[in-house]
């Protein structure tokens, strides 16, 4: 199921702006599937002195362009980008783009951030790339990471529409909560553990309790993910965060991540106490080859012992497996198809490992010669951008495929999906989705 989730992280962004005394728009153009003139339409209402967009490998383009009709309206509008996949690539986007691009912003983006609200010389601002026409792309050092979150102020939700985003679970409105930052893993193909120097920082349990109030009860938002990468890492916050939700009485539903060798019965049961109904794992793979060449830490045994742990406690399990490493064959295609078929999570998908830029796969599938669409941007986890050294990348997007309908397939996986919508009384909800998945996998679309 396609969830979507709202831009919490610009979020803080816009109420640190307005702690400032800025006026602030906010808007999430990709949900609402907007168009040119949609936007055209708010730059001639708000007239900004400022954008900020946050940037990815597949919208970068669009965002360069929406600075440059920004720019073409307002020429001292002052244009930040953010986002990883930038910051790694600012040599070769500056010089096409220095013209209406102001500052690339590298890595955490808040205190970043205000610096270039209060006009802080830019030379002067940690963490943030700029073009100098003589000495072309200056990198500024790097910005300390934020040691204490609460420093923090909650997002401006307020900003929001929050009919936008709902629940795969009930179709109610849900949102995300950044409740830590950081991954202690070295996977090659994520830019997580390196961005935050693999370390995991968590907000206190009373600055995360009154965000979820505050959603609760003025937005009336009581669905919930727990964003981060390892939720269930340090044991004793996350049981005194879930004894503070239960003592609190806030009757949420929510969702987290976790690992393999971060969950046991203590856990489970506190997670199941306090609302939650699913938990993700990051499974990747059934061959222990791959687990180790992909340097994800982890045996591929403890998977079970995570499922079977869950289950005791009445937890759904939600697995991600990932695909076409380089040395991916047919051979260990087939053991993670098996180990995911073994391990019959409740919600699952295959995804076909993405080249991000500042990532050590990156590095090796340019060093190898392994792209192979003319565009990597054209790839993404259902489509592959590279090929293994002995499948191709159509090879692994067609297997993706066929493994997905497989598995939805099954008819011991049909009938407890159909249970588990009737007892959430929400079978047409789950039905639809159902179809528009298997529809998509049928019709070679991106799913």
């Known amino acids: 199921m396609r969830v979507v989730f709202p831009p919490v992280e610009l979020g803080v962004l816009a ?3 307005r702690q400032r005394g800025a006026e602030v728009l906010l808007r999430d153009y990709p949900t609402v599937h907007a168009t040119k003139a949609d936007y055209l339409r708010d730059l001639e209402a708000f007239q900004p002195d400022l954008i900020l967009l946050n940037a ?14 920004a720019r073409e309206r307002f020429p001292n509008v002052v244009t930040i980008a953010k986002g990883e996949a930038l910051a790694v690539s600012a040599e070769e986007i500056f010089p096409q783009y220095a013209q209406v691009l102001d500052f690339i912003i590298d890595g955490e983006p808040e205190l970043t951030f205000c610096d270039i609200l209060e006009d802080v010389p830019r030379e002067k601002i940690p963490g943030v790339i700029w073009w100098e026409q003589e000495a072309g792309v200056v990198r500024n050092p790097s910005r300390p990471l934020l040691e204490d979150l609460d420093q923090l102020p909650l997002p401006a939700r307020d900003l929001m529409d929050h009919s936008l985003y709902r629940s795969p679970e009930n179709n109610r409105p849900i949102t995300a909560i950044y409740a830590q930052r950081g991954c202690p893993a070295k996977c090659i193909f994520c830019p997580a553990g390196s961005m935050f120097e693999y370390r995991v920082r968590e907000r206190s349990v009373s600055h995360v309790m009154s965000e979820l109030k505050e959603c609760v009860e003025q937005y009336g938002i009581r669905d919930f993910l727990f964003h981060g990468d390892t939720f269930t890492l340090h044991k004793r916050w996350v049981i005194d965060l879930c004894k503070a939700i239960v003592e609190e009485g806030l009757n949420i539903h929510w969702g987290c991540n976790s690992r393999v060798d971060t969950i046991d019965d203590e856990r489970a049961e506190w997670l199941k106490r ?4 699913v938990v993700a794992f990051g499974f990747e793979h059934g061959s222990q080859m ?12 403890r998977a079970f012992d995570a499922v079977a742990t869950c289950r005791r406690h009445g937890l759904k399990v939600h697995g991600f497996f990932v695909i076409g490493l380089p040395w991916e064959t047919r051979e260990t295609l087939e053991e993670c198809y098996q180990f995911a078929k073994a391990l019959d999570p409740d919600f699952f998908d295959f995804n076909i490992a ?14 190898d010669g392994l792209f192979e669409l003319p ?3 054209e790839g993404g986890y259902a489509v592959a951008a590279v090929r293994t050294y002995s499948l191709s990348s159509q090879e692994l997007t067609e297997w993706r495929r066929r493994a997905l309908l497989r598995m939805y397939s099954r008819p011991r996986y049909v009938m407890r999906m159909l249970r588990h919508a009737a007892a959430t009384g929400n079978t047409r909800h789950y039905a639809r989705a159902a179809m528009q998945r298997v529809a998509s996998l049928l019709n070679l679309t991106g799913a």
């Open 15 to 17: 109420a640190m702006a």
């Open 56 to 69: 990815t490998v597949h919208t970068i383009q669009d965002d360069l362009e929406a600075f440059a009709l």
């Open 274 to 277: 306090a609302g939650c109904w």
């Open 290 to 301: 791959m687990l180790d060449k992909m340097k994800k830490g982890a045996r591929a045994q």
């Open 354 to 367: 993405y080249p991000l830029p500042g990532t050590e796969f990156y590095e090796i599938a340019k060093n």
């Open 375 to 377: 565009d990597p941007k």
